[in-house]
């Protein structure tokens, strides 16, 4: 059974940075493309940025380029998502996403997606 494991949120004050990890078990992220997506309060869910298998990356919004990176650890099976100089509008709910309709390129669409984590809280406070 495929099981994405999202981890790393918590409580971090603006301009602060917190590294998200998707930890995947009965699938192999590194042949894959993964997703992250954020769901504010009150809000649908939205495209963060995602990466391919052959390590191509896109951002839904470009004002995010400088600030979110996203890796892999392909020994651990796990993708990350490094956000640096977060603010208020970073608080929601991460979901990181596999299991693409077509790994070789990257894809902001939820649509294209098979597989989901349960999701990591992630709270922006002074």
């Known amino acids: 059974q495929v099981q994405l494991v999202e981890s790393g949120g918590g409580v971090v004050q603006p301009g602060g940075s917190l590294r998200l990890s998707c930890q995947a078990s009965e699938i192999t992220l590194a042949t894959d493309t993964v997703g992250w997506f954020r769901q504010a309060p009150g809000k649908e869910r939205e495209a963060i940025m995602s990466?391919?298998?052959?390590?191509?990356?896109?951002w839904k919004n470009v004002r995010d380029e400088g600030r979110l990176t996203i890796s892999r650890d392909n020994a651990k099976n796990t993708v990350y998502l490094q956000m640096d100089n977060l603010n208020a509008e970073d608080t929601g709910t991460y979901y990181c996403a596999a299991g693409a309709k077509d790994p070789r390129y990257t894809s902001v669409f939820a649509e294209d997606y098979t597989y989901w984590g349960q999701g990591t809280q992630v709270t922006v406070s002074s």
């Open positions: 990466i391919s298998s052959g390590g191509g990356k896109a």
